[in-house]
């Protein structure tokens, strides 16, 4: 823990659960905080990531070393927080709010937003539902972090998976919205026709969907396929570079979809995508050249263009070297940083309320 009365920005992740905000709290704050003074405020993350306590907040001192301190909130409780913090025990805050949501907000998002001081949008279609302006800052990834294997055969030996054949893979929370099922459904027909091919789901179930994966589990087995098609759990944000190494083609099957951030970890692995067409997909694949968006909602889609690469390995090849480049060119997450610190800055610097 570092001490609040040295942070300008503060950066809650007011859930425990893994997530998006969670992930990109983590990659970025510790970039960031070469730059700034800044820290989030959550019940549980690596250690490496500098924090303060919640409890702090409460008694941190109006100011901040710099005058103002900014709050950068990701989700509705955090920017209620925000407001207390600044409305009610009269901190000297100026309130950011980063909006990844791509339909229209409730009335009580839209009050919350409306009291923000600056507001972000994660891509271009998210800035169309929101009623006030926004910047548009695209996530960001780390490139070091986030590379193509030296020996995918090594990593795939390590990690207990087949050294042979194709590999897919599909990560993320398990659920009907997340189109875990689509996968599942595409991948079946493509082990039928591609011998050697495995595909994996890393990720959780909620004790609300646990049925939904029971159900998945049980159409692999009917299939005989429980050794091609497994079901992994859900792994740290800061091993999943590796799972995504060992990846011939990753697949983001969602029905719907925020901004979503696997397409751009796996393509920084050097990764092809195939994706359906929501959340943020089509402003982050470079359409026959680095992946495929495809409709959403469709299994036959998906297999459909996962067979067209998997069937050309020179052209899964080409497609792999264009997806690392694509993303090291146009989302680095030190742009994201520098971006998102520029606001920073100008709100520190933007007076008295």
């Not at 100026?94 to 229209?104: D, E, I």
């Not at 600056?118 to 800052?137: M, N, Q």
């Not at 396929?225 to 800061?238: A, D, H, N, Y």
Request: glycine content about 8%.
């Amino acid at each position: 823990m570092v001490s609040v009365e040295k942070i300008d920005v503060l950066v809650p992740n007011l859930k425990r659960r893994l997530s998006g905000v969670t992930a990109t709290v983590v990659r970025l704050v510790p970039i960031q905080a070469q730059s700034i003074a800044v820290a989030a405020v959550a019940p549980s993350l690596p250690e490496h990531i500098p924090q303060v306590s919640f409890w702090s907040l409460l008694t941190m001192r109006r100011s901040g070393p710099s005058g103002w301190r900014v709050w950068h909130a990701r989700r509705n409780v955090e920017m209620v927080v925000g407001l207390l913090l600044r409305d009610v025990l009269r901190k000297r805050l100026k309130l950011v709010f980063t909006s990844a949501s791509q339909r229209h907000h409730t009335g009580f998002t839209r009050t919350l937003i409306a009291k923000m001081d600056a507001v972000i949008s994660t891509s271009e279609k998210t800035a169309a539902y929101l009623e006030r302006p926004s910047d548009v800052i695209y996530h960001g990834i780390d490139n070091e972090q986030f590379s193509p294997p030296s020996d995918r055969a090594d990593i795939r030996s390590r990690l207990g998976l087949p050294v042979e054949g194709a590999l897919i893979g599909c990560f993320g929370r398990i659920r009907a919205q997340k189109g875990t099922d689509l996968f599942v459904e595409s991948a079946i027909e493509l082990c039928r026709a591609f011998e050697g091919l495995t595909a994996i789901v890393i990720g959780r179930a909620t004790q609300k969907d646990e049925g939904f994966l029971e159900g998945l589990k049980r159409k692999v087995a009917a299939e005989g396929l429980e050794g091609r098609i497994r079901f992994l759990e859900e792994v740290p944000v800061w091993e999943m570079p590796d799972w995504y190494r060992v990846l011939d083609v990753y697949v983001a099957p969602q029905r719907w979809e925020g901004f979503g951030l696997t397409p751009l970890e796996a393509m920084a692995c050097g990764v092809p995508v195939v994706a359906s067409d929501v959340g943020a997909f089509r402003e982050l694949i470079a359409e026959g050249r680095t992946g495929f968006v495809v409709e959403p909602g469709s299994a036959e889609a998906l297999r459909a263009a996962v067979a067209g690469l998997l069937s050309d390995p020179a052209r899964l090849s080409e497609f792999g070297a264009a997806a690392r480049g694509h993303v090291e060119t146009h989302f680095d997450i030190r742009d994201e940083a520098r971006k998102l610190i520029e606001i920073y800055r100008a709100q520190i610097g933007s007076g008295t309320r």
